[in-house]
């Protein structure tokens, strides 16, 4: 027993799940990338599947960003985190752009199944 098939062309969207896995763990420490690729593999399906109930599935792959938890580390790991800058621009994100890739995505309908990387270009090297 489902819910009824939704006609997006005549109900608006019920909803939008957001998954955020981090795109600058990627690379590093086997064991968390695989578990962060799954957390991305999953959007797609996931869009697939809820679809039908008019629900969006979309991912933010966020790279270094000025957080409570980075802007708290010690200096020695501040120093490492924040030394991987992405070609543009040259410093880590902010929770302001982070929060308008957000609401851009809740704004358009047509983004459904799809992991946008929000990293200015940047890929993490193998090791850190």
């Keep these: 027993m489902g819910l009824p098939a939704v006609d997006s062309s005549a109900r608006p969207v019920r909803g939008a799940l957001r998954r955020f896995p981090q ?24 869009a697939r599947e809820l679809g039908e109930h008019g629900i969006r599935v979309m991912g933010i792959a966020p790279g270094v960003f000025e957080t409570p938890m980075t802007l708290n580390l010690a200096p020695k790991s501040r120093e490492v985190v924040f030394a991987a800058v992405p070609p543009f621009p040259r410093r880590p994100g902010r929770a302001d752009e982070f929060a308008s890739l957000l609401l851009a995505i809740v704004a ?7 992991v946008i990387r929000l990293d200015g270009g940047f890929r993490m090297p193998a090791r850190v």
């Design 23 to 46: 795109a600058s763990t990627r690379s590093i420490r086997p064991v968390y990338a695989a578990s962060k690729g799954g957390v991305a593999g999953m959007v797609l399906p996931l």
């Design 108 to 114: 358009n309908p047509m983004l459904n199944g799809e």
